[in-house]
């Protein structure tokens, strides 16, 4: 194996992409115990790797534009790394590595600039035949790194923990049991109804005096607001007002945590909470087998065969349902997860 002493992770895109690096991180820093890690993040998902064992910093781009860029640059040309993973594929982050005089650059071979790296490997990706997890640790294979472990972790901190425990205390949640649905997505293409969402929590409350938790961005206010007009005074929403690490922090304490095919979704999973995932969509490279949540308890609901939501080219929606997989199924393994 070559000896690398300073070492940059680059995965500058969604919450999910980077909650799935964490195997990769932890394989360099195995490999290479005393070899300096840093990661290249996003400021919306840097907190999910501050404060692991194996980061030993993290950086972000400050400023937008061109004087953002040159800074940048700067920045990384000072660091002075000798090796790049470029785990996620863009023309700007295969260019700044290039330029910033990175000697040893690995990533995927690809139209985005991928005649810059050094070491490349063929962008199989988009098959979705590997879970992502995976495609990364085939990539760190490139440069002899053999580590195959898939378990994920979060650095969640003791003072993140007893926040949780004051919540719960607070909202008088500790001799009820609590759901958590996560409604939102990057992507409308990945949306479940949001009044299938309120008809699961009538029915939960109903039948196990469960108490509701919705979770999201501020974007995901106006889907709360209909959950909580349509299912009652027992739906808690706390869209807009929770950290990454908070809503990892609760997940753990709840009994079951439902999602569309999410970031948050992987958090809860990494977390440890049984998960409920729902796909709507199954085209190669956005499928379940690459980007599933990995843990102990979890159950993916797909749509059925013939309804799942197919994609144009253009990203727009060409045919399916979004009513595919009913409020009864998710309800009735729900309810699995409760009685256990």
Known sequence: MPGFNN???VRTD?????????????ALKTAWPRARLSVWASPVNRELVEGLPYVDEVIVEEKKGWQGYWKFLLLLRRKRFDLAVILHTKRK???LCFFAGIPRRLGYNNDKFGFLLTDKVPDERM?????????????????????RRMDLELPVSSSCEAWADAFFRDYKLLKSPVVILHPDASCPTRHWPIESYAALAQKLIR???????????????????????????????????LTLLQTAALAKR????VSTDSGPAHIAAAA????????????????????????????????????????????????????SITVEEVFRNAASFLEK
């Open 127 to 147: 098959l979705g035949c590997k879970h992502e997890v995976q495609y990364s640790l085939d990539l760190l294979q490139r440069i002899g790194v053999e580590d």
């Open 254 to 257: 709840c009994r079951v945590f």
């Open 207 to 241: 039948s196990s005096s469960v108490r509701i938790l919705v979770v999201g961005a501020k974007s995901a206010a106006g889907m709360a607001a209909t959950i909580v007009r349509l299912a009652g005074d027992s739906v808690v929403d706390l869209t807009g007002q």
């Open 7 to 9: 070492i940059l992770v």
């Open 14 to 26: 969604r919450i999910g992409d980077m909650v799935l690096t964490v195997p990769a991180l932890r």
């Open 93 to 95: 982050t295969n260019a």
């Open 272 to 323: 440890g909470a049984p998960v409920i995932t729902l796909f709507m969509r199954s085209q190669p490279g956005i499928n379940p087998e690459r980007w599933r949540p990995l843990g102990r308890h979890i159950i993916l609901l797909c749509n059925k065969p013939g309804e799942e939501i197919l994609l144009g080219n253009d990203g727009k929606v060409v045919s399916g349902k979004f009513d």
